[in-house]
């Protein structure tokens, strides 16, 4: 194990105080309770959150420079800075847990697939980068390649990790060693992979059985997966985050009930522009039936889903949360939503890639705001899939400043 200093111990326990003063306050605690509420199909004021931030383009005053020499200790120490900087800076929610997890370790061989792609940067920072896959599964041969995963458990790195962070943290906040909290499984933006978009869009008119062969053997790989993981470990529980939204939630079995105490997410985002009908025959037909290995469901992502929200309706038992993105319908998405499902509104990241204009969020938070209002409907905004900023830290200030005095005026504060 890497020696830790002395000098990182000072550094990343003073940090993890600081959190864990915010984490355990009686205003977390308020805002976890109205995010319950909220998945619990109640009509409150709505979350509001931002993630999957450039960071790299957010550093104001050097708050988010590391000084920790043990690089493991860097990376724990980069993680506090960020979130002091989110309760500091961002006027809107936050998803926190007071204990600092240490996931189970285990690892697969895969399913014998792999792509074949070209990477295009504007810089080297940006982990959003442009991809151009070519079809490595052009010919029906080459999914001879395919074999069912094998999954290997390594209690050794599960010790280790314990042991390290136990020690670094010391007694400033509680290490635990947990399971999975939610499966995310995308099984479109995995084929896509492999194969780029287009020749799938055709294979759904020219070849429909090929795809299904696909969809078949990813579909197998992954029930492969969940199977281990529900045999091998338990699940957790409690986690607060489903990709970026609140996982808070009443009605969750027990963790000896196994993926029954988690949620599923899942999405077909390539979709964006197929028939409801190909929709369902493509994807529907293989996830919901995975759905009901778990106790909710949360579908969608960039994707717009105004027109698909009858089927999935229809398939899932056990939808509770729908995307609703920059390209979707906010009314009709609203009228459908109503009070059954959860309306997650995905507010266009654009808005804040170059410089961010109060009026121009203002509108469009309003106009969901609205249609919420209207129709019943239990919500939450979460900005995401922010790529820049342009190096302008104060456009997520703005952003999140903006934001929330809308539904201050509109819901009260909370």
Known sequence: MEAIKEHDKLIIRELAKRYMEYVTSEKQQKMIRRMRDINDLKVRRPAVLMDEIPWYQMNMDGELDCVCEG????????????????????????LFEPVW????????????????????????????????????????????KFHLPEFTLHP????????????LLGDSMPVRLCGHDYIYFPPWDQISTLRGVEPILFDMYDRPEYLHR????????????????????????????????????????????????????????????????????FDLSYT??????????????????????????????????????????VNSCAEQIG???????????????VKTDPDIIRAEIEDTVKACIRYGCPAEFVLKDISTVSNRPENLIVWAETASSVIDEYYGED
């Open 101 to 144: 997890k240490v996931r189970i370790s285990y690892t697969s061989t895969g399913n014998g697939l792999s792509g074949n792609e070209k990477i295009v940067r504007t810089d080297d920072y940006n982990n959003i980068v442009a991809h151009e896959y070519h079809d490595v599964l052009e010919d029906e041969s080459a999914l001879e």
């Open 71 to 94: 690089d493991r200790a860097r990376g724990v120490e980069g993680w506090f800075r960020v979130n002091l900087f989110r309760i500091k800076h961002f006027r809107c929610d936050n």
């Open 339 to 353: 009070g059954d499902y959860v309306y997650s509104r995905k507010p266009n990241p654009a808005n804040v890639a």
């Open 288 to 329: 919901a039936p995975m759905s009901e290995r778990f106790a909710y469901t949360y579908y969608g992502c960039c994707e717009p889903l105004d027109n698909k929200i009858p089927i999935l309706k229809k398939n899932f038992k056990n939808l509770r949360k729908l995307g609703v993105s920059p390209w979707a319908d």
């Open 156 to 167: 050794e790195r599960d010790e280790e990790n314990m042991s390290f962070y136990t020690e």
């Open 214 to 281: 696909i969809m078949e053997k990813i579909v197998a790989a992954e029930t492969a997966e969940l199977d281990f993981i529900e045999a091998n470990m338990p699940v957790d529980n409690t986690g607060s985050n489903l990709h970026c939204t609140p996982a808070y939630i009443s009605g969750l079995g027990s963790p000896d009930q196994g993926l029954k105490a988690t949620w599923f997410r899942t999405m077909a985002q390539m979709f964006s522009t197929v028939s409801p009908d190909m929709h369902e025959e």
